[in-house]
Every structure is written in C-alpha cells, then in structure tokens.
C-alpha cells in the first residue's frame, strides 16, 4: 500500500512536467533517464549494487535466469506510452478502470501458472473474491467521472491499451521479482528497469520528434524531475515484496494505496475542477475490505484446520467408514459447516 501511495505522487509530478513541456513523450522519457541516472549511481557507488551486476551476471551467463527477463522494463515503457496516447481520449477514471481490470486477470494467471518467484499459488475463492471486488470498488470509485465519457462502445479500441498495459504488469513484477532474488539486491533488477524502458521511450520520442517537432525547454525547478526516484522506489519494493506475498496480493495492495494517495493529493494539493465526491471515498474503503478478504486464509485455513482431525478415507474396502467419518466430522465442525467437511473427508 506504502508504495502505491507514490503512484499518484508520480502521476501528478509527470503529468505537471508534459503539459510544462508540452510533450508527454519528452515527459516519459526524463522520468526514466532521471531514475535510471539515480540507481546507475547508487549500483556503482553502493557494494551490494556492483556485486548484484555481477551475480546477475553469472545466472544469465550459465541460463539460471531467462535473459528474455532483461525485457521487463519494456513493459513498464509500454505503460507510460499508453499513458501518453490514451489518456487524453480516454480520461483518467477509464484509463483506471482498464488498467486494474488488467492487473487482476494478469496477477491471478501469472499466480496460477507459478511463473512467479514464490511458485504457484491456488487460485481459492477468497483470492478471487478479493480481484473482483477491487475492480468493483476501482469503478465505484471513479464513476463520478465515467458520466462524462460519451461513446464508450466507441473507445473500445483504445480502451485496449491500458488494459494490455495493466495485463503486462503481472509478468513484469514477477520478472523484477525472480532479477532481484536472483542478484539479491533490488537494486540490479531496478536499474535493468530503468535502462530497457529509457531506451524504448528514446526510441519513440526520437520518433515523434521527427513527425512533430521538440516541445518547450526543460524546466529549472527542482521537482519537475521527481517522477523518476519515486519510480526507482515504487520498483525496488515492488521487487522484494512481490517475492514474499504474490503478484495477485501486491497489487491488490499497490492500487489500494493508490486510491488512498489520489485521495491525499485530492485534499491536500487539489487540481482546478477537483472534486471529492462520496463515490469516490466508498470505492476506496472497498478496496481496502476487498484486500482483507483477498488475504484472510479462512477458507482454506477451516478446510485444513478441520482435515487435519480426521484420517484419509480407504480406497478400498473402507466405504462404510469413511462415511461414518465424514458424518462424525461433520459433526464436529464448530461452525456447522457439513458440506465444506464431507468434501474433504472424501478428497
């Protein structure tokens, strides 16, 4: 949650310096150059960062780790450009709305299929619950500003984008994951981050500065640049944490957070035409409902707890007492739950 509270801080920073700049892709591009020039530094300077490089050196070479992981920072490009083409036709509540309906399919699949640092991970009820129930809460929240999208049938197309972006995330956070357990630092897997995406975003600003031209100059002030090291955070803890809970549950944290930041800078360094509304503070205490019901083990946590009273059934020759062990456990079971204890009497 701590570090999707950056997220809007970032947004608001990036946002400020391409309308300063007239130019979103010249935004983009001095976010990531400005985050990779900080962790560059820090992996030269720091003991842990030179010795990560090497180590993470060493797993490619001998193919413990995929190099085609070294991608990752592609994925977080293609985020920020879909930002900067869609947003504007879209507005932000549906660039939201896409972007999490994307991020939750993504985390539950990349869970499933363990291509994550922590393996597989059961696709259980609660887990499930918990995804639907923040994108439920996500458009609550931003409804308030859906009315004013008209045609949404229309921006079908475009509404692709953000939502590939969100899908990307999963893979790209367990990418980061895996570098970082891997060189065992956050600290190489950020600045591999950084180097892909700004090497991307060079490549498509070189080309829009060809078809339109280059924006204003750079600004002087000092916080126009500070997208880039809240973004160098917001990857170093998504790297380590993603290792311990998931990609499903961090980023049921992360945009939970964001929600609750959003609402921070909306009190606090409010925008012309900003407005709080009751939908908007609803949705966001929903999110966070839905990540402690997408947390709680208590489905599977009863199911164990109550399996581990009784013995397997026989395979064979034991039918008769087996069904006697599933009434009696049944009956046993504190809360009267005798369907969820005869299913596991009988698996």
Request: with cysteine; hydrophobic share 55%.
């Amino acid at each position: 949650m701590a570090a999707g509270v950056l997220m809007p801080l970032q947004g608001r920073v990036n946002g400020a310096l391409g309308a300063k700049l007239g130019d979103s892709f010249a935004a983009a591009l001095v976010s990531f150059t400005t985050g990779l020039l900080l962790v560059a530094v820090l992996s030269v300077v720091l003991p842990k960062g030179r010795q990560g490089l090497k180590t993470l050196r060493g797993e490619l070479r001998t193919r413990e780790l995929p190099a085609w992981y070294l991608l990752s920072g592609v994925i977080g490009a293609f985020y920020v450009l879909a930002q900067a083409v869609t947003i504007g036709l879209l507005g932000v509540a549906l660039f939201t709305v896409a972007v999490v309906a994307g991020s939750m399919l993504g985390g539950l699949a990349v869970d499933r299929i363990g291509f994550g640092p922590i393996g597989r991970r059961r696709i259980t009820f609660a887990r499930a619950l918990g995804a639907g129930m923040t994108l439920a809460a996500v458009a609550w929240a931003v409804s308030p500003r859906l009315g004013a999208v008209a045609g949404i049938a229309v921006l079908a197309g475009p509404l692709l984008m953000p939502f590939i972006g969100g899908l990307l995330q999963a893979p790209q956070q367990a990418m980061l994951g895996s570098m970082a357990a891997a060189a065992r630092t956050p600290l190489t897997s950020t600045f591999l981050n950084f180097l892909g995406g700004a090497i991307v975003l060079l490549a498509a600003w070189l080309v829009k500065l060809a078809v339109a031209g280059a924006g204003a100059p750079l600004p002087g002030e000092w916080w126009y640049y500070l997208g880039g090291p809240l973004g160098c955070l917001f990857v170093a803890v998504s790297s380590v944490l993603v290792r311990a809970i998931g990609v499903l549950l961090m980023g049921l944290g992360i945009i939970g957070g964001q929600l609750l930041g959003s609402l921070a800078l909306d009190a606090v360094l409010p925008v012309p035409g900003t407005v709080i509304s009751l939908p908007t503070v609803l949705g966001t205490l929903l999110t966070l409902v839905a990540m402690v019901v997408a947390t709680l083990p208590w489905p599977r946590g009863a199911l164990r707890r109550s399996g581990s009273r009784r013995p397997a059934p026989q395979a064979q020759g034991g039918a008769a007492r087996s069904e006697g062990r599933t009434e009696n456990s049944a009956a046993r079971t504190a809360d009267g739950n005798t369907e969820d204890s005869a299913e596991d009497a009988r698996r």
